[in-house]
């Protein structure tokens, strides 16, 4: 028997979109539980953990005695059951959308794709690196862009895109870019950073040993 | 002044994404203007074409005087908003935008990519085209796995996850993968294929000269 009105998110501190969705509930003040994967025992592929998604990825949300995949698709989710950090017409939720298929699209991979090539979990030559790098750039470009003279992604307030592409700009740092070069950037993620209920990964994501 | 019951859709006949658009407008009955974007001209880079989208990308899609961009974004909207191919409730909702967000994930990298990079619009070295038809193989595999013993991706009807989907297996020839290998995905593609108002891509966007 489920609880209705609890939420699991399984996942690892090793992965950006687990805390996407842990800063989520956070930013809501939403308790949840917490059930640690570990990716590298493999333990994304067990049956059991199949059971809950297809996808053999980290995060999975449950709620109301179903299971919610991809960190982006999750965040909808909230955002229309919490009402909370949403559009507010169709419009408005396609344009904050469009963001996170974009980011899905080009900054994540620049971004989580670089970092897991300097952390060693992806094998990657010197080519498969630099168009990695390439791709970082180019999307944390488009993104000084947009940022520049705005205050949040999309209208006057901050939503699930902000919440999405912040949890990939997080891990700026640690994939090899410096955000120094990109001051609406930076000046976009201190914002973010000052919402009431923020926190850092380390605070949503139970500390496991580190390797 | 926009009339507001009008869709055009701005896009080019050598884009994938473009091709979902116009084909999920063509599969909800709804016709709808073409304004085709000369990429190899960079007219998705004029100041005119950056005032419709901040991505610099097609497909754009102009209705009720706004625009909408990134192609699973406006495909969450035309179902919103048309009331078709989308899902029960939120949770069905979330895991139809689950697949969409694995497919600019994993699939549309493993694909497209991989096909610009056949067509020789996208300059790779033979690492980087390995690397991203390793991207492609292990999606197509994650999705024959899904459709096999399943006649669509989520529930029991067609929704817009299976024509995002769609619109990049369409092109799984062209960058070079045999769906001869993926059974299930090879008869997923004819019962798309035999849905009331499918199109090919020549069909829903005008033919431009090809290079």
Same sequence: chains 1, 2.
């Avoid at 609890?6 to 979109?17: I, Y």
């Avoid at 960190?71 to 408005?92: H, K, N, P, V």
Wanted: proline content about 5%.
């Amino acid at each position: 028997m489920s609880d209705t009105s609890t939420f699991v998110l399984n996942g690892s501190w090793l992965s950006g979109p687990t805390y996407k969705v842990g800063l989520m509930l956070s930013l809501c003040g939403v308790s949840f539980g917490y059930r640690a994967i570990d990716l590298r025992a493999g333990e994304q592929r067990t049956p059991e953990y199949r059971a809950k998604t297809p996808f053999s990825q980290v995060p999975v949300l449950e709620h109301g005695g179903r299971t919610f995949a991809q960190s982006a698709a999750i965040l909808q989710y909230l955002a229309e059951t919490l009402g909370r950090f949403q559009g507010a017409d169709a419009a408005e939720r396609a344009e904050i959308a469009a963001w996170m298929f974009w980011d899905f699209d080009r900054l994540a991979p620049g971004i989580y794709r670089s970092r897991t090539i300097r952390l060693g979990i992806f094998p990657a030559d010197d080519s498969v690196r630099d168009h990695y790098a390439s791709v970082g750039t180019a999307a944390l470009t488009l993104l000084q862009t947009r940022l520049d003279g705005r205050e949040w992604l999309v209208g006057t307030r901050p939503t699930i895109a902000d919440i999405d592409v912040y949890g990939v700009v997080a891990y700026a740092g640690e994939a090899g870019f410096d955000l120094a070069a990109y001051p609406a950037i930076t000046a976009w993620k201190a914002r973010v950073e000052a919402l009431p209920g923020w926190a850092t990964s380390a605070d949503v994501l139970p500390k496991q040993s580190r390797p």
